[in-house]
Structure formats: C-alpha cells, structure tokens
Nanobody
C-alpha cells in the first residue's frame, strides 16, 4: 500500500489551497484517513481526520478554516485549507488506517509529505 500526497506549494496568507492524498495497492477498507503536519523545529501534530462514515475531528488551530473530506471509491482524502496563516507553514503528511484484507489487522500508512509555505 502506498499513499501519494500532492498539492503543496507557496501560497499567500488569507488564500485557499487544497491537498490531496490517494491510497493505492491491496486495500480492503480504509478506516480512518487524516492529515498531520510538522513545522520546522516542532513535533508532528494532528491537523484533522475523517472516519469511514464521515465523522471528522480538527485540531483547534484550524477549526473553521480547514475542511477534511474523502472520496471512498477513489481512496482519496482532501484537505481544503482556507484563510491560510503563516503559522500553517509546515510539511503536511497524510495518514491512513488500512485493512489490506478481509479479516486482517489494520495497519498505519504514511504519505511522503508535501510542503505548504504561507507567506505573509
């Protein structure tokens, strides 16, 4: 299984931007998908996650500005980021809890990370 993230780049404060991440390989079900980020000199933190049925959770600093969504048939998760701030600058990593086969355990998978830089 691989996660391929895309959409990073340089954006201006106050603007919007969208990240995408698609899982490929042997997949029976993706139970939870999410986004983490790591700013320079800081620990990786959870940004948002979305469960199979659509339940979402956000870290406080992005509530009301970021929206996570998923397309289950496409095994894809999106992060719509609005009203971006310089403090959102970080490498964003997608994550997924995947059950490869019916009856197997769930495993954690990570994307390669995509850099979002927000200029003031």
């Amino acid at each position: 299984v691989q996660l391929q993230a895309s959409g990073g780049g340089l954006v201006q404060a106050g603007s919007s931007h969208r990240l995408s991440c698609t899982a490929s390989g042997t997949i029976f079900v993706i139970r939870r998908m999410g986004w983490y980020r790591q700013a320079p000199g800081r620990q990786r933190e959870l940004v948002a996650f979305i469960a199979w049925r659509g339940t979402t959770n956000y870290t406080d600093s992005v509530k009301g500005r970021f929206t996570i969504s998923r397309d289950n048939p496409k095994n894809t998760v999106y992060l719509q980021m609005d009203n971006l701030k310089p403090e959102d600058t970080a490498v964003y990593f997608c994550h997924a809890d995947i059950r490869p086969f019916y009856g197997s355990d769930d495993f954690d998978y990570w994307g390669q990370g995509t850099l979002v830089t927000v200029s003031s």
